[in-house]
Nanobody, 119 residues
Framework: QVQLVESGGGLVQAGGSLRLSCAASGRTFSNYVMNWFRQAPGKEREFVATINWSGGSTSYAGSVKGRFTISRDNAKNTVYLQMNSLKPEDTAVYYC????????????WGQGTQVTVSS
């Protein structure tokens, strides 16, 4: 089992920045691919970004590419999502996700953190 706890969400104006964190515990963090997903009201959960075990490979949804950066610190068992140039359409609950296969949704989820971007 892997336990994931997100933090760092909040209310920000359009054009602003936030950094989300996801702290992992329970299993060897560096064995897991880490993902961020988000879910806006009335919409399905969607992929945002992924990072491989070492942090050497990343991939992003087209809607956030160039604005968001995913990173990880295996010594701290933490994955981050730096979000810049935020837009109102980025408003959603952001979820951390852990799995074994790069590019695929994993089995473990955090509880989510709310990000609200005002116009």
């Amino acid at each position: 089992q892997v336990q994931l706890v997100e933090s760092g969400g909040g209310l920000v104006q359009a054009g602003g920045s936030l950094r989300l964190s996801c702290a992992a515990s329970g299993r060897t963090f560096s064995n897991y691919v880490m993902n961020w997903f988000r879910q806006a009201p009335g919409k399905e959960r969607e992929f945002v970004a992924t990072i491989n075990w070492s942090g050497g490979s990343t991939s992003y949804a087209g809607s956030v590419k160039g604005r968001f950066t995913i990173s990880r610190d295996n010594a701290k068992n933490t994955v981050y999502l730096q979000m810049n140039s935020l837009k109102p359409e980025d408003t959603a609950v952001y979820y951390c996700n852990a799995g074994r296969v790069f590019g695929s949704m994993g089995d473990y989820w955090g509880q989510g953190t709310q990000v609200t971007v005002s116009s």
